[in-house]
């Protein structure tokens, strides 16, 4: 039974995290569920230079309502989450004000989301950490 020490450290090492679906270092996770009225309805913050949640797991075909706002900043953010295979075309400007996105994903896949913004020649605010994942699901 030499294979299973390995297995029984690697096995503990999970179990510190919680459980199989493990989140990443950095990763804050939301899995959202239809409402009453069948909306899967996900609020997600921004700032400089992050979203959170940055993993948003929803059901295929069932319509999802982002609720998207940034943290009120001299600096413009955006949301953009472009997956055409999924029936998915989001591409908006952010303010402190919430801003509500509506779709129905119609693909399972993970799909990225994130801001377009630059100043200038610097990095983009999506190379500095402002992007995330949607995950769809059967
Ligand atoms: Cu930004």
């Known amino acids: ?6 297995c029984l450290v690697f096995c503990l090492g999970l179990a510190g995290y919680g459980h199989a679906d493990v989140a990443q270092p950095g990763e804050t996770v939301y899995r959202a569920s ?6 899967q309805h996900v609020r997600i913050e921004g700032g400089a230079y992050f979203f959170k949640p940055n993993r948003v797991v929803v059901k295929s ?16 953010h955006s949301f953009v989450l472009q997956a055409p295979e999924a029936g998915i075309a989001v591409d908006e400007d952010l ?3 919430p801003k509500k996105i509506r779709f129905t994903p119609t693909a399972a896949g993970s799909y990225p ?3 377009r913004n630059r100043l200038l020649f610097f990095e983009s605010h999506r190379e500095k950490g402002m992007e995330g994942v949607l995950d769809v699901v059967e």
């Open 34 to 39: 239809p409402a009453a009225d069948g909306v």
């Open 113 to 115: 989301f994130y801001c």
């Open 95 to 97: 303010s402190s004000e």
């Open 61 to 76: 075909n069932v319509p999802v309502e982002l609720t998207v706002s940034v943290a009120r900043s001299m600096v413009p």
């Open 1 to 6: 039974m030499k294979a299973s020490v390995p």
